[in-house]
């Protein structure tokens, strides 16, 4: 499994391996969807333990 781990300062990726220990559960979903368009737009978050930075959020319009 390959994760990508963002904080406000930059993002961290690689290979997630036998015993690494996960502290943060994401569950994703993927679905084939016509008839719409995908956008991005920037948002400001404030993540307890991580601090406060922008993200990407996608949106189907």
């Known amino acids: ?3 990508t ?3 406000p300062g930059g993002a961290y990726g ?3 391996e036998e015993g690494c220990t996960a502290y943060v ?3 994703i979903f993927f679905a084939e969807v016509s008839g719409v368009n995908l956008s991005h737009r ?3 978050v404030n993540v307890p333990g ?3 930075g ?3 959020r996608l949106e189907f319009g």
């Open 1 to 3: 499994i390959h994760v």
């Open 5 to 7: 781990l963002a904080t």
């Open 14 to 16: 690689g290979h997630l």
């Open 25 to 27: 559960l994401c569950e």
């Open 42 to 44: 920037r948002v400001r």
């Open 50 to 52: 991580m601090g406060e």
């Open 54 to 56: 922008e993200v990407v």
